[in-house]
């Protein structure tokens, strides 16, 4: 009752660190942290000190108890309020939960108890009402608090997502209004003296938390010679199953230096894939931090697959912390995971195109005319990442670099000939400049397994040129720059017929998020 005294807080504590994350320790006088019901993170907030009627026993005048939850989890479009749009939708499609709970400690709710005493001192005793404390979250009344004369009970409650208020944007925040009415059956209580309303009953909060579920965003990354603007229309794909994805990491290979290193021995310029890890591990936290997530989906092309790959399976040795929140103005971080990674005609056994580009460095320009149209393109195209593409250094990197426990798999694994008749036509070419370049590379891929060129040096003479090529044997279907027996390294999706320059197109995207939303091949529902 009003005789009680206030409860004296308790003093902020060391900030906790607990594996997989870290967070301020629970401040208050409950028998209870916030760790009852998990770790705080992008999908757990929690408010245990930010609030001035936080952690303090409050009387009706004192009040209302107001406590504000952030969520910086990005989802979906919302709103003018923050309400998740077509919220039905999104939880068919596993983008979110159903149901978000709410829970906290309250104190001393004398909810049974129903007291006779003089409040406005006439000498007459006054019946008095039970406590009612009512809780409202962003002022829509849920119900009220429940308990018992001098203990702390734990509060569950249940609503539906669509109550909660979610960031407009990657990068904003939302705030969630939690309010306690308290002692409200009393504040219009007839007296015996003829007045109105009594103070009789007063409560504590000790911390809010929501819990809610969330899919996870998809980061592209994107292959040899492109940007992340290559994934436009993939990215569109995705935005129609409701899904969000980031195209923001556009990659740099190393400076050429001139001339280029012969062969692939010890050199920065050979070693594109710790190049591109070492980017991807600034480009990663960063997206996953505007979402608001602590676990990102990777959907990747060609050589992003490797280069993903290397970042994904170095999360277990030297994890990644991220920022998802804030408590008492310190940070809540979480370690970074990768549920799962998509790769589009990756090749993971890698490409006798670049074991031509290799071989071609031996050569001049000139020289590399001399020994035919294969050997002068991959001359022509020379570039950092021959060397992490050959088929014996490709394998060896996959072999050394699996994927973390938890990651998923699923792969694309094209064949350019729609039609079955050999050859690519120009409707199977597009993208490539010349119809006739795209089933030349076709062919060659198809019928050849490896290839050594050799430099015999003739005095008065020409150099002599040789180009030993090693047939397969048997003819190799694939996108006309990866087999499809390299690019198979995951359970593969239904979907060929496509070329390498044009397998990331939307419906290809549409088709991969709705078997990841039937938990198929991938898993991309809320977790």
């Known amino acids: 009752m009003r005789v009680f005294a206030a409860l004296v807080c308790s003093a902020l504590v060391p900030g906790a660190a607990l594996a997989g994350g870290s967070f301020p320790a629970h401040r208050g006088d409950s028998p209870w942290s916030f760790t009852i019901v998990a770790e705080p993170s992008d999908t757990f907030v929690v408010n245990d000190t930010d609030s001035g009627t936080i952690d303090t026993f409050l009387f009706r005048s004192e009040g209302p108890i107001v406590i504000e939850v952030p969520i910086h989890r990005y989802v979906g479009r919302t709103d003018a309020d923050g309400h998740l749009l077509d919220v039905d939708d999104l939880v068919k499609r596993g983008i979110v939960s159903e149901k978000a709970t709410l829970r906290l400690p309250a104190f001393d709710v004398d909810e049974k108890t129903f007291p006779v005493f003089d409040c406005d001192g006439d000498g007459v005793d006054d019946q008095l009402m039970n406590e009612v404390d009512e809780i409202f979250l962003n002022d829509e009344k849920l119900g009220t608090l429940k308990g018992d004369n001098g203990i702390w009970t734990s509060q569950n409650l249940t609503v539906p997502i669509s109550k909660l208020k979610f960031p407009s944007s990657p ?190 460095r031996q050569l001049t320009a000139l020289q590399s005319l001399r020994a035919g149209l294969n050997v002068a393109a991959a001359k022509a195209f020379e570039g950092a990442y021959y060397c992490d593409l050959t088929p014996a250094r490709a394998s060896a990197f996959v072999a050394s670099h699996p994927l973390t426990s938890g990651t998923q798999g699923g792969s694309v694994a094209a064949d350019a000939d729609i039609n079955g008749n050999g050859q690519i036509d120009s409707a199977e070419a597009a993208g490539f400049p010349l119809t006739s370049v795209a089933n030349r590379l076709y062919q060659l891929i198809g019928t050849v397994a490896d290839v050594t060129i050799t430099v015999e040096r003739r005095t008065l003479l020409p150099d002599r040129i040789t180009v030993a090529e090693v047939p397969n044997g048997a003819f190799r279907p694939n996108d006309v720059i990866v087999t499809r027996a390299s690019a198979a390294r995951y359970p593969t999706y239904d979907i060929t017929g496509w070329n390498h320059l044009n397998v990331h197109a939307r419906v290809n995207a549409d088709t991969i998020a709705a078997d990841a939303q039937s938990s198929g091949t991938v898993d991309w529902r809320e977790r």
């Open 171 to 360: 990068g904003a925040t939302a705030i969630n209004r939690f309010r306690v009415d308290i002692d409200t059956a009393n504040k219009d209580v007839v007296l015996s003296s003829g007045a109105v309303g009594c103070e009789v009953w007063g409560v504590a909060i000790d911390w809010v938390g929501i819990k809610f579920k969330a899919s996870s965003p998809v980061a592209l990354v994107h292959g040899i010679r492109s940007s992340g603007a290559v994934w436009g229309d993939f990215k569109a794909g995705l935005a129609d199953d409701k899904v969000e994805s980031d195209n923001t990491i556009t990659l740099a290979d190393p400076p050429a230096p001139d001339p280029a290193p012969v062969g692939c021995g010890a050199d920065p310029y050979n070693d594109t894939i710790q190049n591109n890890v070492a980017q991807l591990q600034a480009f990663i936290p960063a997206i996953a931090e505007r979402y608001g997530t602590s676990s990102l989906h990777f959907g990747t092309h060609s050589k992003g697959g490797l280069d993903s790959l290397g970042f994904i399976s170095g999360l277990a040795a030297s994890p990644i912390q991220v920022t998802v929140g804030t408590m008492g103005g310190q940070p809540v971080k979480r370690d970074l995971e990768a549920h799962s990674i998509v790769t589009l005609d990756t090749p993971h056994a890698g490409s006798v195109l670049a074991k031509y580009g290799v071989e071609a």
